[in-house]
């Protein structure tokens, strides 16, 4: 059984940083790519950030130049480094991952971890 555990979650003023782990365990042969995604109340789950296994990285507009995302393969471990954050930067932050077993190929979601950016 794989899971994904997100930390790093919590209450910033706007302009500072917070960064977020995702650690994923199981029978793990591979992760594919690990995404961070958002929501906000009221609002659609956007992608925010994505890192493949051979580490290229894409972002969202509103990510580039503030966030990094990033990965520790020995670890399986997802990172996400938020600088210069805004307050529409608060949402629920997933991680999600597309994560080989010996068995399947499957997409798996963490459980959310709060961000908060006060004005």
């Known amino acids: 059984q794989v899971q994904l555990v997100e930390s790093g979650g919590g209450l910033v003023q706007a302009g500072g940083s917070l960064s977020l782990s995702c650690a994923a365990s199981g029978n793990i042969v591979s992760i594919k790519v690990m995404r961070w995604y958002r929501q906000a109340p009221g609002k659609q789950r956007t992608l925010v950030a994505s890192?493949?296994?051979?580490?290229?990285?894409n972002y969202h507009d509103s990510a580039k130049d503030r966030f990094t995302i990033s990965r520790d393969n020995a670890k399986n471990t997802g990172y996400l480094q938020m600088d210069s954050l805004k307050p529409e930067d608060t949402a629920v932050y997933y991680c999600?991952?597309?994560?080989?077993?010996?068995?399947?190929?499957?997409?798996?979601w963490g459980q959310g971890t709060q961000v908060t950016v006060s004005s």
């Open positions: 890192i493949t296994d051979g580490g290229y990285t």
């Open positions: 999600n991952a597309v994560i080989a077993t010996r068995k399947s190929l499957d997409d798996y």
